[in-house]
């Protein structure tokens, strides 16, 4: 891929303190791209946003949730005050609450859904506005999950809201693209990050059962991102890719 692929795009990141987030925006800022980075965690957004300063990256942090719709409003803002316009819009935060179906509590059930349906639904939408404003197009993907193809233990409520934003990337074809906007979903599977790599045995068990021989690390998921916001991408829309290595060919359990 052209190092310089993004030259004079400007995109927003939600989530993307560490992990894949961080990787996408590190990898958008190499390749010319100007970075909206956003996290929860203010200091992981501002370390974050240094540390691809430091690679001589265009890159801006703002802390909050991405499930607030006046923080939403602010990233706009934000893109297009410092860098001009906004381009690409990558709904990455979100939330994982495990918990058995039966018992799971009401207060789990809706902080899941506000962020990892509210927050990439509201940022889409906002993104689409000030893409239709200036005009030439854009790119939205959202983040699902193979939870949302496969059903995975204690996870009922993520998977039904992975399963969702595969749904809500199709359904937009029909208002965006009109507009030459595009929106597509990526579902990764088991992929090695800050979180998971504390968590004892993960790696060996996701090794042993994926085709690959392998879990995901963070630029495997960032490259197939950043093919689907590319003008290399502009005739894919409403179309969702896994990238696990193959897990869910076959689908065998961890458990």
Same mark, same amino acid.
């Given at each position: 891929m052209n190092r310089r692929l993004f030259e004079n795009k400007v995109a927003i990141v939600t989530?993307?303190?560490?992990?894949?987030?961080?990787?996408?925006c590190r990898m958008l800022a190499k390749q010319g791209a100007s970075v909206v980075l956003n996290d929860v965690d203010g200091t992981l957004a501002a370390n974050a946003a240094a540390a691809i300063q430091a690679e001589k990256?265009?890159?801006?942090?703002?802390?909050?949730?991405?499930?607030?719709?006046?923080?939403?409003?602010?990233?706009?803002?934000?893109?297009?005050?410092?860098?001009?316009?906004l381009d690409i819009a990558i709904a990455n935060a979100g939330i994982t609450l495990f918990g058995n179906f039966l018992d799971y509590p009401?207060?789990?059930?809706?902080?899941?859904?506000?962020?990892?349906?509210?927050?990439s639904?509201?940022?889409?939408?906002?993104?689409?506005?000030?893409?239709?404003?200036? =005009? *030439?197009?854009? !790119? &939205?993907?959202?983040?699902?999950?193979?939870?949302?193809?496969?059903?995975?233990?204690d996870l009922s409520a993520y998977g039904m809201t992975k399963a969702a934003l595969e749904m809500l990337a199709k359904s937009l074809v029909i208002e965006l693209s009109p507009y030459k906007i595009t929106?597509?979903?990526?579902?990764?599977?088991?992929?090695?990050?800050?979180?998971?790599?504390?968590?004892p045995g993960y790696e060996a068990v996701w090794s042993g059962i994926t085709p690959m021989g392998r879990p995901a690390n963070a630029a495997d998921i960032a490259n197939a991102a950043l093919f689907l916001v590319s003008?290399?991408?502009?005739?894919?829309?409403?179309?969702?890719?896994?990238?696990? =290595? *193959?897990?869910? !060919? &076959?689908?065998?359990?961890?458990f």
């Open positions: 989530g993307a303190g560490q992990g894949i987030g961080f990787e996408i990256g265009a890159c801006v942090a703002v802390a909050g949730d991405a499930s607030d719709l006046a923080l939403v409003q602010r990233l706009i803002d934000k893109a297009t005050s410092v860098f001009g316009r009401a207060d789990s059930f809706y902080k899941v859904l506000n962020v990892n349906l509210g927050g639904f509201f940022l889409a939408q906002g993104a689409a506005k000030q893409m239709i404003k200036q =005009g *030439g197009g854009g !790119a &939205i993907l959202f983040m699902s999950s193979v939870t949302g193809h496969q059903a995975h233990k929106t597509n979903a990526i579902a990764p599977g088991a992929t090695l990050t800050e979180r998971t790599v504390n968590d003008e290399q991408a502009s005739h894919i829309t409403g179309q969702s890719l896994v990238i696990d =290595g *193959g897990w869910t !060919a &076959i689908s065998p359990s961890p």
